[in-house]
């Protein structure tokens, strides 16, 4: 190998960004074709400079355009090894289409989404809006909420993407600038742990097998399409799971860290829960413990894979809680909310009696404050001891002006 | 092929153009490639003309300018020489026998119905009106 | 660098093993396909091809069948070329790690687009592809319409041509812009090599494929296309649409090295006048009539100019 590798400290300090740039190194990426935006910029810096200065060994191609980002590396893909990228917000709006290709042609490509806010008005700050709206995509979807969470996850993504049962690209998501700048604390793989946990690259369906010329991309009409999609339904339904859940396993084995597809936090008795996403299940977390400290029996549900969507996990995490909140960082804009819906689904036709709300807040980068999620697990509280919903289904925090809310 | 169900094919919708392993493709002849029953060379458009050329070699002299200008890979050369038309990939467009440089040409175009011995027997004669 | 296939003549040429397979769906009298196998019968060494959506496209992938016969691709409308940019960079990255299953091949990448799929749609990812240097092709397959989509203009559609959204009619006689000269701006990109290209002249347009596969970087191809079914004639007439595209200079042929280095290469011994070239089109009928006549007289004298230039600019060197 024509690299030298690197001598990391035991625990670093980096930002998500920089986190995910060294995952991205350990994993030893041949091509990475990206294009720069902010919050997300940094990742594929990252791997550049690792290029330049011989720590990895690959192909860098830096495209005119997102779109032209994720068509390079599903061209890249198709040929036959392994390919990353990153993206946010318009960058990622603007690859939707190719997306959809990625997952349809089964490529296991991974792609860091910064998570940003979409426009209009512009915005470069942390809300869930463009990872909503990859939602429907035919991606795996994880979700980080620190810089050791993105880090972690980059290495699950290839082993799960990659895995000749799977082929289907994956997303990992962390908060832009919350997550993507803040520097923390990250425990390190070293790189013989990192490369071994991913291990080589398996080739299958490659381009540049000469020996077997194979077609990428046909046509189908209204006679095959539906199969095809179906297949790629029924793929990510059942047979993503048990190798998420194979990969965590492992993952553990190697570095002590344990993840899981829904991550509990004070769950086993709670009364009232926070079911919500990113750095906002951190701070969730902090204030449940606070309010168990006033006798509130307070837990805080995190998704850790968006999709596929951990229905039977929601379904059984939630079966005793007497009242849910859900959080939506992203504009519902016409409807109750993403996840709102999501949960609501999981929980209809169960015997739960939970009452269930939701909550709208973050957009564009505002703060989610500990006085917020306070109130909320009071709310919360008094619509247990009334034994229904005292207030409206779909309330706004941290919104100036009149008390927004609706339903 | 037969219309499988959502579990009986490959991922992605991918498709091989050859079964097993094939070496050398742009120096091996169709006859002697081991096509997938995904290569569009075993299916037929036989029944998208309405016309269809007609070969008449005695008056051939292998110029290939039908070989190279058959938008439909159906003008059968080997070894230099023009042996034939593949009437399971003809379209009838009838490119063939206007680029036929001979005189009288040694392809012409008849209705798909057309006897093809009754056609060659009475071959049209030098035309000495063009040269 | 891989021995380059020798092709004396027609005889020669002929002894090839087309790589594109028959009963695919395009039309009868499809110049596309003509340009595809010159194409590919210009080598032998190993393929990775993609296609941008279009006729080609729809025609040659229609699940369950492949008309290819080398690995290929499909993405979208706009990005056929960074597909193969992306196999093209992944090659080199398995070959500097030693990781190619078969690490002796030449593989040449080639991307096939229509005019819609370049000149428009996907103008600013083959710029990207030509700029970062890439060792691949792009073929144009130019008609000059959307064909694919039923006849609407495109950037290169002409002066004078009936489509469906810049129809004749009444009070218009079609398109009224002139046809983005992509050779040229492709040029301008100091790629090492672009040329325009026709299948009539075969010969010609083997050796500059030839040339494009031999040369390190990007290389950008214009093939006419004449289309039977938006150009409005008969099937059997294809090349014969084609001669009289070269021999009036609606089409001329020429290359252009290294940004700078302009060749005409083929000087025909008639002219055709540009008249009989349009009378031979349903696109162009409407120009036939007395009030646009005029149209005809500026055709010629646009194509005249033209020649003048690339002669100046032939002699120029520069």
Not at chain 1, 117 to 139: E, I, K, Q
Not at chain 2, 74 to 103: F, L, Q, W, Y
Request: proline residues 4%.
């Amino acid at each position: 190998m024509a690299f030298d590798k690197m001598e990391l400290r035991d625990i670093e300090v980096w930002d998500g960004n920089f986190a995910a740039a060294q995952a991205l190194r350990q994993c030893q990426i041949d091509v990475v074709a990206a294009y720069p935006i902010t919050p997300s910029t940094p990742i594929v810096e990252g791997y550049a400079k690792f290029l330049a200065d011989g720590y990895v060994e690959g192909e860098f191609v830096m495209v005119e355009s997102e779109h032209a980002a994720m068509s390079g590396c599903i061209g890249a893909a198709a040929a036959g090894g392994r390919v990353a990228t990153a993206t946010s917000s318009q960058g990622f709006a603007l690859m939707v289409e190719t997306l959809y290709q990625a997952s349809g042609m089964r490529l296991p490509i991974v792609l860091n989404v910064v998570n940003r806010a979409l426009a209009a008005p512009l915005n470069v700050n942390g809300d869930h809006s463009d990872m909503y709206l990859g939602r429907d995509s035919g991606w795996i979807q994880l979700d980080a909420y620190c810089p050791q969470d993105a880090y972690d996850l980059n290495f699950i993504a290839f082993k799960v993407s990659e895995d000749h049962e799977v082929r289907l690209p994956c997303m990992v998501h962390q908060d832009g600038f919350m997550t993507s700048h803040t520097a923390q604390g990250v425990k390190t793989l070293t790189d013989d742990q990192g490369y071994g946990f991913v291990g080589e690259y398996k080739p299958m369906n490659d381009m540049l097998d000469f020996e077997h010329p194979v077609t990428h991309g046909v046509q189908t009409e209204e006679d095959w399409h539906f199969e095809h999609k179906a297949r790629q339904h029924n793929d990510l339904m059942t047979k993503v799971f048990p190798k998420i859940e194979a990969a965590f396993d492992a993952f553990e084995k190697l570095s002590g860290r344990k993840y899981n597809i829904v991550e509990k936090y004070d769950m086993d008795d709670a009364d009232v829960s926070v079911v919500c996403m990113g750095t906002s299940v951190e701070t969730a977390r902090e204030v449940a413990t606070e309010m168990r400290a006033k006798g509130i029996k307070a837990g805080v549900v995190g998704l850790r894979v968006i999709r596929p969507f951990p229905f039977m996990q929601i379904q059984e995490v939630l079966k005793d809680v007497k009242a849910i909140a859900v959080l939506d960082r992203s504009s519902p804009n016409g409807a109750p909310g993403m996840l709102f819906n999501e949960i609501a689904g999981c929980l209809f036709n169960t015997d739960t009696k939970a009452l269930l709300s939701g909550y709208v807040y973050g957009l564009g980068g505002r703060d989610l404050t500990k006085k917020h999620l306070v109130d909320l697990f009071t709310e919360l509280q008094a619509n247990v001891d009334a034994g229904k919903i005292l207030t409206p289904l779909q309330q706004f925090i941290g919104v100036r002006g009149p008390k927004l809310s609706f339903l | 092929m037969a219309k499988r169900g959502w579990d009986e094919f490959e991922i992605g919708a991918m498709l091989r153009s050859f079964d097993g392993v094939s070496n050398d493709i742009a120096t091996t002849l169709q006859e002697d490639r081991n096509y997938s029953q995904s290569n569009s060379f075993v299916a037929s458009v036989a029944d998208w003309r309405i016309a269809k050329p007609v070969f008449n070699k005695d008056f051939c002299i292998d110029c290939q300018f039908c070989w190279i200008y058959c938008p439909d890979m159906s003008i059968i050369a080997r070894d230099k020489k023009m042996i034939g038309v593949d009437m399971d990939h003809c379209k009838g467009c009838g490119i063939c026998v206007e680029v036929c440089p001979t005189n009288p040409k040694s392809l012409l175009m008849f209705p798909e119905q057309a006897d093809e011995e009754a056609e060659l027997s009475q071959w049209p004669a030098k035309d000495k009106e063009t040269k | 660098m891989s021995e380059m296939k020798k092709i004396k003549n027609l005889k020669e040429f002929s002894t090839s093993a087309d790589r594109f397979e028959g009963a695919n769906l395009l039309c009868p009298g499809c110049a596309h396909s003509i340009i595809v196998r010159e194409v590919l019968n210009a080598t032998n060494d190993d393929l990775v091809l993609s296609a941008s959506t279009g006729c080609l496209e729809v025609c040659t992938a229609v699940y369950p069948y492949t008309s290819w016969d080398a690995s290929w691709i499909h993405i979208g409308f706009e990005n056929g070329s960074t597909a193969v940019a992306g196999a093209e960079a992944m090659y080199k990255a398995l070959k500097n790690k030693g990781r190619l299953k078969q690490p002796d091949r030449n593989p040449k990448f080639v991307s096939f687009a229509g005019d819609g799929a370049s000149y428009d749609i996907g103008f600013q990812w083959i710029s990207g592809c030509m700029e970062r240097g890439h060792n691949i092709m792009h073929v144009v397959l130019d008609n000059e319409v959307y064909a694919n989509t039923g006849g609407q203009r495109s950037s290169s559609t002409p002066i004078g041509s009936s489509a469906t959204t810049a129809p004749a009619g009444r009070v218009s006689y079609g398109e009224k812009r002139n046809k983005k000269d992509m050779v040229s701006i492709m040029a301008s990109h100091h790629i090492p090599y672009a040329a325009q290209v026709a299948p009539n002249k075969w010969k010609d347009m083997v050796k500059k494929i030839q040339h494009g596969f031999s040369v390190d970087g990007p290389v950008f191809i214009n093939a006419v296309s004449p289309c039977t079914t938006e150009w409005k004639f008969d099937p059997k007439d294809t090349m014969m649409i084609t001669d009289l595209a070269t021999d009036s200079l609606v089409f001329p042929l020429y290359e252009i090295i290294d940004g700078h280095e302009l060749n005409i290469t083929y000087r025909p011994k008639n002219v055709v006048p540009v008249e009989e070239y349009l009378a031979a089109q349903g696109r162009f009928k409407h120009l036939f009539k007395d009030e646009y006549k005029y149209l005809i007289k500026e055709w010629q004298e646009r194509v005249d100019a033209n020649w003048a230039y690339l002669n100046r600019r032939e002699e120029a060197r520069v």
